[in-house]
Nanobody, 119 residues
Framework: QVQLVESGGGLVQPGGSLRLSCAAS????????MSWYHQAPGKERELVAA????????NYVDSVKGRFTISRDNPKNTVNLQMNSLKPEDTAVYYC????????????WGQGTQVTVSS
């Protein structure tokens, strides 16, 4: 069955960095666009970054441009989110998402990993 398993979340001080990873299984990873979403308490889940199936295209929400970098390793079935210069407003649960179309919410979700930015 399809599985997406996120890791790498934690507590970090403002200005710090974290690297999130998502390990995928149960589907042909190289055929799917991958995305990271986040959801802060009391807010809707929001698309943060996306990468096309062959890594040709990437896109980011304005609030993370220049700070976050999405990448993927198709032979290893993983997608990563490098988060630098973290801010308290980046605090949220981060979810991995797989879908057939770039920058469009897909059907497959991970369980999420908590990122907390606080001094």
């Amino acid at each position: 069955q399809v599985q997406l398993v996120e890791s790498g979340g934690g507590l970090v001080q403002p200005g710090g960095s974290l690297r999130l990873s998502c390990a995928a299984s149960g589907f042909i990873f190289s055929n799917y666009a991958m995305s990271w979403y986040h959801q802060a308490p009391g807010k809707e889940r929001e698309l943060v970054a996306a990468i096309s199936s062959g890594s040709v295209s990437t896109n980011y929400v304005d609030s993370v441009k220049g700070r976050f970098t999405i990448s993927r390793d198709n032979p290893k079935n993983t997608v990563n989110l490098q988060m630098n210069s973290l801010k308290p407003e980046d605090t949220a649960v981060y979810y991995c998402n797989a879908g057939r179309y770039f920058w469009i919410m897909g059907d497959y979700w991970g369980q999420g990993t908590q990122v907390t930015v606080s001094s």
